[in-house]
């Protein structure tokens, strides 16, 4: 029997760092964050931070659901397997529920408003270097 510590050990890392991650990027957001944007790209529906997150994990968790769900009946089954097909229409469907959703936070959120420009901002008089 192959030995399988390996794969555990890289899964527990990666999950440990994804919520380090989430964790550090989740407490900079502001209580209340865009959620909805128009055709041009500007906000014009709201929700508040942990509803946002939810409606993410939410949709995450079902997928793994319906992953495990199809495993389960595949092995307690194996004379009488489920269409492969209907896990792969899954998998794309959430695919392209990440690609959408990651997209739309970047193509909103990677560039600076208009009219702000660095150079042209003061920083906050808390935030000034001061001289000795």
Known sequence: MRDS???????????????????????QLPTVVASHFNGQGLANGWQTKPAFFTVFAGVSVLIIIITFDYA??????PNNRH???????????????IVVWITRIFLRFGRRPQGSSSLNRKRPRSSRRRSL
Do not use: C, E, T
């Open 72 to 77: 389960i009946q595949s092995n307690l089954h």
């Open 5 to 27: 510590r390996l794969p555990k050990l890289l899964f527990a890392l990666l999950g440990a760092y994804a919520a380090i991650h989430f964790l550090s990027y989740y407490s």
């Open 83 to 97: 269409d492969v097909s209907r896990m792969w229409y899954i998998l794309a469907g959430f695919v392209v529920f």
